[in-house]
């Protein structure tokens, strides 16, 4: 019998290219760094590049070593192309051809680093290529080093070949002077040596003293050295790309901040109840309460996250959700107040509490519900508790415990105030990691739903919390993302400069709910 067939394996790298494709493109500014980069460095390589030419000139190198004393050896034996190409490159050989050129010999330093020097394999060929800044002098370069290493090379010859006829002429001289007091007898072979030492200085001094010939002279070249600027501009466009993608990996494989779904579900270990969208927001306008006021993307959010919240929960209704955030900074009174108002919206009796005492309060924020609107026969709110008028969505008690100093709802082992079990409790507190206190209402709610702040929040808080939340014994129902509204920030600034101040929208419609809540929405009526 067979097992079955893993297809993990096959249809998930797809989907880890995905992944790893969206990680890269998360840093789009760090490509686009580096493709400027690129483009910048293929421009300055193309300007400089650009206007530059290179010439060449030839020279056979003729057999120099020891040309006087050589017996049956091969030519290409009597020549170190090696050696002759060092010459070539010496200083002595830019000095003459500085002069060559009409420029002074301190300038052989400098021209000589437009010289290169080459020679073709199995060949008594030395190639000088030469570049300038125009095509004329560019051959005028080339045509001077060659034409100097020819010179330098016939003088060194010539010194050799006045070296060798010194040595021959005082032979002669001792010879001439060992014939005078030589016998007859000796005198014969006295003279066959002068005559020997005679031939050998008349073979020196006709010796071919030159040191090669010019087989290619270097012309002006038509068009610049190297590829053209179309090809420096897309070779730096390639490069800048390529760097732009090793930056965008390095910095996403070191950033360890949560940027998405999938990262904060994998650390949490629970399930990602929702993702707020981003939406501007002005400085000037009070966007705390969404749900019941004005529409959009995150007021539907809250709507949704509530009724996941009335499913999941692990008693009847939403019970008492603890709201919290790993660190200051998120959206924590945005999503306790809106989830308040979107439970009300559902039919549940809500009660707000703020247990962030590091805050103002909720109810100096919010806009409260005028005495004369209540329903008669209503209850009342709890003590020290306010009315909030969640618009189309009713109205719930907020307990405000923030701004005054003293903990909300009176301590921590008591954080909601008597009343009906069948109340929802949504509790705002301080920041987990920043505050114990936070720790001791998740022991008392019936679970905990954690805001985290997409793009500034990092794992390691994520894995702190969990632990926490877990040793303390309080029941995570999951997490809701932020991705913030830095868009807004900009139209603000905008606005700001143009001088326009934000315009009130139209009012949100109210929302109708499922056929099944209308017995709800009568009750709360």
């Not at 249809?11 to 890269?24: G, T, V």
């Not at 017996?71 to 010459?87: C, I, K, L, P």
């Not at 707020?276 to 006021?293: S, W």
């Amino acid at each position: 019998m067979t097992g079955p067939i893993d297809l993990h394996d096959r249809y998930d790298e797809p989907d880890q290219l995905r992944d790893q494709l969206r990680r890269l493109l998360r840093h789009r500014a760090v490509i686009a760094l580096g493709i400027v980069l690129g483009l910048l460095g293929g421009a300055a390589l193309a300007f400089l590049r650009a206007h530059t030419y290179t010439s060449a000139s030839e020279v056979l190198v003729r057999s120099t070593a020891d040309p006087f004393g050589t017996v049956n050896v091969a030519a290409d034996n009597q020549v170190s192309m090696g050696t002759e190409q060092q010459v070539a490159a010496s200083a002595a050989v830019a000095a003459r051809a500085a002069r060559l050129l009409g420029q002074a010999d301190g300038t052989a330093g400098a021209l000589g680093s437009g010289l290169r020097i080459t020679n073709p394999a199995k060949s008594q060929v030395l190639r000088f290529e030469f570049t300038a800044r125009t095509p004329r002098r560019a051959a005028r370069g080339a045509n001077a080093f060659a034409e100097a290493y020819l010179a330098d090379r016939k003088a060194r010859n010539e010194a050799a070949v006045q070296r060798a006829g010194r040595s021959v002429q005082q032979q002669i001289a001792l010879v001439q002077a060992k014939a005078k007091t030589a016998d007859d007898t000796d005198g014969k072979a006295v003279q066959s040596e002068l005559d020997t030492l005679h031939r050998r200085l008349v073979e020196i001094n006709s010796r071919d003293t030159d040191g090669g010939d010019v087989v290619r002279r270097g012309e002006a070249p038509g068009r610049p050295a190297g590829p053209g600027r179309p090809v420096l501009l897309g070779l730096g466009l390639a490069s800048g790309l390529a760097l732009g993608l090793l930056l965008a990996w390095l910095r996403s494989a070191l950033d360890t901040r949560v940027r998405s779904a999938d990262e904060a579900r994998a650390v949490l270990r629970t399930p990602v109840l929702g993702l707020l969208p981003r939406e501007p927001r002005d400085p000037g306008e009070d966007t705390l309460l969404r749900v019941g006021h004005r529409g959009g993307d995150r007021a539907e959010t809250y709507r949704a996250l509530a009724y996941r919240l009335r499913r999941t929960a692990p008693t009847a209704g939403a019970g008492r959700i603890l709201v919290v955030a790993p660190r200051r900074g998120a959206a924590t009174e945005e999503a306790a107040v809106n989830l308040a108002a979107a439970l009300t919206e559902c039919g549940d009796d809500v009660l707000l509490v703020d247990a962030d005492p590091g805050t103002p309060a909720l109810t100096a924020r919010l806009p409260l519900l005028p005495d004369a609107a209540r329903t008669p026969g209503q209850p009342a709110p709890p003590e020290g508790s306010r009315l909030i008028d969640a618009g189309t969505a009713g109205h719930f008690a907020c307990h405000a415990g923030g701004g005054t100093g003293a903990p909300a709802a009176g301590s921590a082992a008591h954080p909601v105030p008597p009343g009906p079990a069948s109340r929802t409790a949504v509790v705002l507190a301080r920041p987990l990691l920043e505050h114990a206190g936070a720790l001791a209402l998740a022991q008392r709610v019936d679970g905990v739903l954690l805001v985290v702040d997409l793009g500034t929040t990092r794992r390691d808080d994520l894995k702190r919390v969990h632990e926490l939340i877990d040793c303390s014994g309080g029941t995570l129902l999951g997490a809701v993302l932020d991705a913030g509204g830095r868009r807004g920030r900009l139209r603000a600034a905008l606005r700001r400069r143009t001088g326009s101040g934000p315009q009130a929208g139209p009012a949100a419609p109210a929302v109708e709910l499922p056929a099944q809540d209308e017995t709800l929405t009568a009750s709360r009526r």
